[in-house]
């Protein structure tokens, strides 16, 4: 069935350093990807999605990786700063037309500093 | 700031009562999306708003409906709230693509409602 997993719940990372955040997707017909981070009392907020037919797509700071071939998305972050704590999810359109947004249950992440 | 606002920010209704959550979506967008948020939980999709008709539902139940107006905004209605109701409501906006491909969809800060 559909779903969205990530392999890690939390993740911890010293100020400064690189953090991957992974995720595994179960749905080979999506191909729409985003990145949400999610701090405390707020709405998700987008940081970065990538379509199917890429594999790879940098932003500031962010670079998200698709492997289709064994469903696998990631996020990277560069030089990480306090402020990138918060709850990072991956989410991947599922029904073409209608734009749902499949999440999964999301990873904390928590800079040390 | 997404430019998505949504009221209340907060509030807190009793077992059987009647909720109405609103929604205001970014300037252009014509699609709203409902989501439900449970404390530790990824968000679950409700519904979705386009042009005024509903565009999909999620699983959840006949007593969670709503309504798109005109200027695209929207409201949530939760008819006998139960106790599992509890949760961060959120809404996200959008504009499909022409072609209709998938486009990004911005949230709002949500509103938090307390079953009691």
């Known amino acids: 069935g559909e779903s969205v997993g990530l392999h890690l719940p939390t993740l911890s990372v010293q100020e400064g350093d690189n953090s991957i955040i992974n995720c595994a997707y179960s749905?080979?017909?999506?191909?729409?990807f985003i990145w949400y981070k999610q701090e405390s009392g707020k709405g998700p907020q987008f940081i970065i999605d990538?379509?199917?037919?890429?594999d790879k797509r940098q932003g500031q700071r962010v670079t998200v990786l698709l492997n289709k071939t064994v469903k696998h998305l990631s996020l990277q972050i560069a030089a990480t700063q306090p402020g990138d704590s918060a709850v990072y999810f991956c989410?991947?359109?599922?029904?073409?037309?209608?734009?749902?947004?499949?999440f999964g249950t999301g990873t904390r992440l928590t800079i040390i500093p | 700031e997404t430019g998505v606002t949504q009221s209340p920010t907060h509030l807190i209704k009793t077992r059987g009562q009647q909720v109405t959550l609103r929604c205001s979506s970014q300037?252009?967008?014509?699609?709203v999306s409902w989501y439900q948020q449970a404390l530790g939980q990824g968000p679950q999709f409700i519904f979705q708003?386009?042009?005024?008709?509903?565009?999909g539902r999620g699983n959840f139940p006949p007593r969670f409906s709503g309504l798109q107006f005109p200027n695209y905004s929207s409201e949530l209605n939760v008819n006998a709230l139960e106790l599992d109701d509890s949760a961060l409501y959120l809404c996200?906006?959008?504009?499909?693509?022409?072609?209709?491909?998938?486009?990004?969809?911005?949230f709002g800060p949500g509103t938090r409602l307390l079953v009691l």
């Open positions: 749905n080979s017909a999506s191909d729409y």
């Open positions: 300037s252009g967008h014509n699609t």
């Open positions: 989410a991947e359109i599922t029904n073409f037309g209608n734009e749902k947004l499949t």
């Open positions: 990538i379509r199917s037919n890429m």
């Open positions: 708003y386009y042009r005024e008709e509903e565009n």
């Open positions: 996200a906006s959008s504009h499909p693509g022409l072609a209709g491909g998938q486009e990004t969809q911005y």
